[in-house]
């Protein structure tokens, strides 16, 4: 049995306000760190599958488990 590791990404849709990433970029500020105009908080996740697991059931748990649709975009890449 092979193992892979596939690595999930997930972003809040660019149209979302992302209060986790606001704050970052506040504390850049106050920390005297200058040109970061955006800061956008995201998961990152990094599971390890055996070949039999293809890549519909990889985005199927990404679209049901990791990811919430509505409000996330996301991106699955093996390894």
């Known amino acids: 049995m092979h193992v892979a590791k596939v690595v999930v990404d997930v972003m809040p ?40 697991v293809d890549d519909e059931t990889l985005e199927r748990v990404a679209a049901t488990l990791l990811a919430n649709p509505v409000i996330e975009d996301w991106v699955v890449t093996r390894a």
Do not use: C, N, W
């Open 13 to 52: 849709k660019p149209e979302i306000l992302d209060p986790q990433g606001q704050a970052v970029a506040g504390a850049l500020t106050r920390l005297g760190v200058a040109g970061v105009g955006d800061v956008r908080q995201g998961k990152h996740f990094v599971l390890e599958v055996d070949d039999s």
